[in-house]
Each structure stands twice: as structure tokens, then as C-alpha cells.
């Protein structure tokens, strides 16, 4: 089953008023959902996500805890027209947690396990044209080494890429430990004594199929407009091009002018809309760590609205 990781550090970070009204943008199985809707009993939890399956299962878990929440079918990037459907322009806080949850790696039809063998896939979205199959078996080599180069940062991204084109000329690549045999047979000996030599493919296949950072930047951006003043925005991601995205932008949102950077008051027009609420991301504890592995790479930012 899967765990929320970072749960109460989330939680606490949204600071919950009892008749706020709130956004969970990566609903999943209800881990995080849950914990929201238990605290706002006067006001509304607003959640997002594309898979289907979650989505049956997590309204029959909300439902056991009350009836002010909305499950909205949709990516996340579409935050502001969709609220906007319900009559919502403002909110009080909104929550990401960018990791892909256990139930969907556990579940190997859904192709996103290197450890599992199943059919290519790895859609987020069951309805989306666009499998790990067709970016597998269709893409370029130039194309194919950008990907796993820039969102998989691998060292042997051409040496894969290469392998990957010339095995397809004989068969088509069908299955995800097809594949994996493929990728091993692309890298030196070092490599595949480290970690899973498979893990920075699948992660840049994945992010190629669902689109996950192009739609990040605009997420985050628009969910940064929504907020009420008080209003905070708890981030939790998985690696580092995610974390860099986010940074970035709490950066540039919370940025005051070198000119008066220094000053004991500085003049209130010059000051930012927004403040970091954590200067470090925080990460998970020893014992989260012992007892859910799958949350060492964790990382939480959280950010307020202040004018």
C-alpha cells in the first residue's frame, strides 16, 4: 500500500485554518487528502489527478471522512481553469507531491517498474496517446539520448540511445525487463554495481510520456497566483530537475532588489508578495528513512503569500 512520505512536515506546512479552502494536486491514493480533509471541516479540499484507478479509490476513502471535497479529473496544470469551473479565483493552500505513488509502481501492468516485467506504458493518464512504447520504439536517437541525458541526467545516455535504436531494427521493444536488458547491455560493469542501472531511463521515459516538468513550471507558477494572502504552498519532490524548477521559482517569486536588500525597513513596495517559510528544503527523518525507503530522496519547500 503506498505511504505518504513527509506527511506531517506537509500537513503542519499548510498551516490549516478549520474553514480554509484547500488544493491537494496530486491526490493519488488519499495519503495526504486524507490528513487535509480531517482538519477542514467548515471549509473544502479541491483534489486533481488523471488516474482513474486512484481516483475510485481515494473518493470511497474521503467519503468515510466527510463530503466537502471535489475530485477533479485533470493534470494539474489546468489548476486555474478548473478551479475557476467551481467559482474558485483564491485559495489558502496547495500541496504537490511529485513522487509516483507506490500502488503504481507495485502494479506491473502499468509498465513503471524496472524491476517488474509488463507491457511498456508508464501513463499517468490511461487516455494518453502517448506510451513509454511509442517513445521506445518510434523516437530518434538524437531524441532518445536528449531525454535520458537531460531529464534522467545519464552519463551513458548515446551508449543506451544506440543500443536501444539497433535492437529495435530486428523486433520492437514490448516489455519494461526487455528493455532493462537492453539498457545493461549499453553501460560498463561499474555502472551496473551502483545503483539499478535502469533507474535514470525509466525516470526520463516517465518524465517524457506525462509531460512532468513542462507542466510543473506552469503548475507551480499559477498555484503562486491563486494563494490568499497567509496562503502557503508545500511542494514535496523526488529529483533533483523537479527540485530545480521549484527552487527557482520560490527564488525568483521571493526576491528583493540588491538595492535594498540590506536596509533595517526596507520600504514596502520594494518588498516580495511571497516569503520562504523553509530556507532549506526538508527532508525525511532517520526513522521515515527506516521505514519507507522509497522516501530518501524526498525533498519539501514550502512557501507563504504574505502581500
Same mark, same amino acid.
Given at each position: 500500500?503506498?505511504?505518504?512520505?513527509?506527511?506531517?512536515?506537509?500537513?503542519?506546512?499548510?498551516?490549516?485554518?478549520?474553514?480554509?479552502?484547500? #488544493? %491537494?494536486?496530486? *491526490?493519488?491514493?488519499? &495519503?495526504? @487528502? !486524507?490528513?487535509? +480533509?480531517?482538519?477542514?471541516? =467548515? $471549509?473544502?479540499?479541491?483534489?486533481?489527478?488523471?488516474?482513474?484507478?486512484?481516483?475510485?479509490?481515494?473518493?470511497?476513502?474521503?467519503?468515510?471522512?466527510?463530503?466537502?471535497?471535489?475530485?477533479?479529473?485533470?493534470?494539474?496544470?489546468?489548476?486555474?481553469?478548473?478551479?475557476?469551473?467551481?467559482?474558485?479565483?483564491? #485559495? %489558502?493552500?496547495? *500541496?504537490?507531491?511529485? &513522487?509516483? @505513488? !507506490?500502488?503504481? +509502481?507495485?502494479?506491473?501492468? =502499468? $509498465?513503471?517498474?524496472?524491476?517488474?516485467?509488463?507491457?511498456?506504458?508508464?501513463?499517468?493518464?490511461?487516455?494518453?496517446?502517448?506510451?513509454?512504447?511509442?517513445?521506445?520504439?518510434?523516437?530518434?536517437?538524437?531524441?532518445?539520448?536528449?531525454?535520458?541525458?537531460?531529464?534522467?541526467?545519464?552519463?551513458?545516455?548515446?551508449?543506451?540511445?544506440?543500443?536501444?535504436?539497433?535492437?529495435?531494427?530486428?523486433?520492437?521493444?514490448?516489455?519494461?525487463?526487455?528493455?532493462?536488458?537492453?539498457?545493461?547491455?549499453?553501460?560498463?560493469?561499474?555502472?551496473?554495481?551502483?545503483?539499478?542501472?535502469?533507474?535514470?531511463?525509466?525516470?526520463?521515459?516517465?518524465?517524457?510520456?506525462?509531460?512532468?516538468?513542462?507542466?510543473?513550471?506552469?503548475?507551480?507558477?499559477?498555484?503562486?497566483?491563486?494563494?490568499?494572502?497567509?496562503?502557503?504552498?508545500?511542494?514535496?519532490?523526488?529529483?533533483?530537475?523537479?527540485?530545480?524548477?521549484?527552487?527557482?521559482?520560490?527564488?525568483?517569486?521571493?526576491?528583493?532588489?540588491?538595492?535594498?536588500?540590506?536596509?533595517?525597513?526596507?520600504?514596502?513596495?520594494?518588498?516580495?508578495?511571497?516569503?520562504?517559510?523553509?530556507?532549506?528544503?526538508?527532508?525525511?527523518?532517520?526513522?521515515?528513512?527506516?521505514?519507507?525507503?522509497?522516501?530518501?530522496?524526498?525533498?519539501?519547500?514550502?512557501?507563504?503569500?504574505?502581500?
Amino acid at each position: 500500500m503506498h505511504v505518504s512520505v513527509l506527511l506531517q512536515e506537509a500537513i503542519q506546512g499548510l498551516n490549516l485554518k478549520d474553514d480554509g479552502i484547500y #488544493v %491537494d494536486c496530486t *491526490l493519488g491514493y488519499a &495519503g495526504h @487528502s !486524507s490528513e487535509i +480533509l480531517k482538519r477542514v471541516r =467548515r $471549509g473544502c479540499l479541491f483534489a486533481f489527478d488523471q488516474d482513474s484507478d486512484a481516483i475510485e479509490y481515494s473518493r470511497e476513502k474521503l467519503t468515510s471522512i466527510g463530503n466537502n471535497f471535489t475530485i477533479i479529473y485533470s493534470n494539474f496544470v489546468n489548476i486555474k481553469k478548473e478551479l475557476a469551473k467551481h467559482n474558485v479565483e483564491k #485559495v %489558502d493552500g496547495i *500541496l504537490f507531491d511529485l &513522487g509516483v @505513488s !507506490s500502488v503504481q +509502481l507495485d502494479e506491473s501492468s =502499468r $509498465g513503471f517498474s524496472y524491476h517488474k516485467d509488463a507491457k511498456l506504458d508508464m501513463r499517468m493518464d490511461k487516455n494518453n496517446p502517448l506510451s513509454a512504447y511509442e517513445v521506445v520504439n518510434n523516437y530518434a536517437e538524437k531524441e532518445l539520448t536528449d531525454i535520458f541525458f537531460n531529464y534522467g541526467e545519464e552519463k551513458y545516455a548515446r551508449s543506451v540511445a544506440r543500443a536501444i535504436v539497433n535492437y529495435r531494427q530486428n523486433k520492437p521493444i514490448e516489455t519494461t525487463l526487455e528493455l532493462v536488458d537492453i539498457i545493461k547491455s549499453a553501460m560498463p560493469m561499474k555502472a551496473k554495481r551502483e545503483k539499478h542501472p535502469a533507474r535514470r531511463i525509466f525516470q526520463a521515459i516517465r518524465i517524457e510520456v506525462n509531460h512532468e516538468l513542462e507542466v510543473l513550471d506552469k503548475a507551480i507558477n499559477d498555484s503562486l497566483d491563486l494563494l490568499n494572502i497567509g496562503g502557503r504552498l508545500v511542494v514535496i519532490t523526488f529529483h533533483s530537475l523537479e527540485d530545480r524548477i521549484v527552487k527557482n521559482i520560490f527564488k525568483e517569486r521571493t526576491h528583493i532588489d540588491d538595492k535594498v536588500k540590506g536596509l533595517p525597513n526596507i520600504p514596502e513596495e520594494y518588498l516580495s508578495s511571497y516569503r520562504l517559510v523553509n530556507n532549506k528544503a526538508i527532508t525525511p527523518s532517520e526513522e521515515e528513512l527506516e521505514n519507507n525507503s522509497r522516501s530518501r530522496s524526498a525533498k519539501l519547500r514550502i512557501i507563504e503569500r504574505i502581500k
